[in-house]
């Protein structure tokens, strides 16, 4: 079990760029989680998946975001035209089944410019 | 909607003391409940959990007890470590989702 792994963990950016994040959950595992957090908040849900059908997204994953799980392995979150407000850790989490605990990744923090 | 709150921190606690940390939350239907620990630079780690009512979820000397009627669900340690201090996120998964609500941690730190 080598856990969440996500790429890069830091990420510099200039305003109006395009990012990309990847994220490999735990190998069994179906569900897949993306989440948001800020200095000195709580991660907030964005999106979640489970195999490769994306289930639920938050209101805060805006036009400029998207995400996807082609295989029902790895997950990849675009964010398009980035803005400073967008300065965050990014976390992926994952889980299995019906089991409601999830694992996290380490993060990739997004610096916006 | 569904939500979490915790005691805002920061928590400053000496060696051996006893700790607790207060979460309380709001949501529909019958959540899951867990407690979370960040320490420095690392990433999110599951600390303990409980899924039903009156459940107790324990680990590494930490519990905290799923209380229906107080809508809370703090945690306690009876004697603290320096080796504790780190950031502690109570959360919940609502009943017929998957996704977390967190809510916006506490640092704890203890003194030698």
């Known amino acids: 079990d080598t856990g969440v792994s996500q790429n890069p963990r830091h990420k510099i950016t200039k305003r109006g760029q395009n990012v990309t994040f990847r994220c490999d959950p735990i190998?069994?595992?179906?569900?897949l989680y993306w989440y948001r957090q800020t200095l000195g908040q709580g991660p907030e849900f964005l999106t979640y998946f489970q195999n490769e059908a994306q289930l639920e997204k938050s209101r805060l994953l805006s036009d400029r975001f998207s995400a996807e799980r082609p295989k029902g392995s790895f997950s990849t979150l675009e964010i398009q035209r980035t803005e400073q407000g967008d300065s965050a850790m990014y976390l992926c989490a994952s889980s299995w089944n019906d089991r409601a605990e999830q694992y996290f990744g380490p993060g990739t923090r997004l610096t916006v410019t | 909607g569904d939500s979490v709150t915790q005691m805002e921190g920061p928590v400053t606690l000496s060696e051996e003391a006893f700790l607790t940390i207060n979460c309380t939350y709001t949501a529909t239907g019958y959540p899951s409940l867990f407690w979370y620990v960040q320490y420095p630079g690392e990433g999110l780690q599951l600390l303990l959990k409980?899924?039903?009512?009156?459940d107790k979820g324990s680990n590494k000397g930490f519990e905290a007890t799923y209380r229906k009627e107080t809508t809370s669900f703090h945690l306690e340690k009876g004697s603290v470590q320096v080796s504790d201090s780190a950031v502690y996120f109570c959360a919940l998964t609502p009943g017929g989702t998957y996704k977390y609500i967190f809510g916006t941690g506490t640092r704890l730190k203890v003194l030698a």
């Open positions: 409980a899924t039903k009512a009156d």
């Open positions: 190998s069994e595992h179906n569900r």
